[in-house]
């Protein structure tokens, strides 16, 4: 099962849209499936507000776990990596949605919730390589 298919397949058992997307990536964190699960459970929902995108929170998420060289590594961890890896997730994602904010692509029908979550974990692949 490739990561896309893993991400729905969340998805349709109850994960919200940053949870779906956060724990297809798992195998590449130092956390488990449920520490990310717990982790990103108020990230869904546009944060419960329909504010930015559940599976665009899990994109920037992962942004930082993946740059951020932690706490013991302080002042050596480069927060602008983390800022910039962030940005060109967000932009992707936006250049393909039009937005990044729940309650104007759900409103607008500019994307459904499996096609965010889709186009998330598309975009984490193709620029974590």
């Given at each position: ?14 994960y919200n ?28 929902f546009g ?83």
């Amino acid at each position: 099962m490739n990561r896309v298919e893993k991400a729905l397949q969340n998805h349709h058992n109850c994960y919200n849209c940053a949870q779906a997307v956060l724990c297809a990536f798992a195998d590449i964190t130092d956390y488990t499936e449920d520490q990310l699960f717990r982790l990103s459970e108020a990230f869904g929902f546009g944060m419960g507000t329909q504010g930015t995108c559940g599976a665009v929170s899990a994109m920037v998420f992962l942004a930082g776990l993946q740059e951020s060289a932690g706490v013991d590594k302080i002042p050596e961890t480069n927060k602008k990596e983390s800022y910039e890896f962030a940005r060109e997730l967000i932009e992707a994602f936006e250049a393909k949605n039009k937005s990044v904010i729940c309650k104007e692509i759900k409103g607008e029908n500019l994307r459904s919730c499996d096609g965010c979550i889709e186009d998330a974990v598309k975009i984490l692949e193709e620029k974590l390589k």
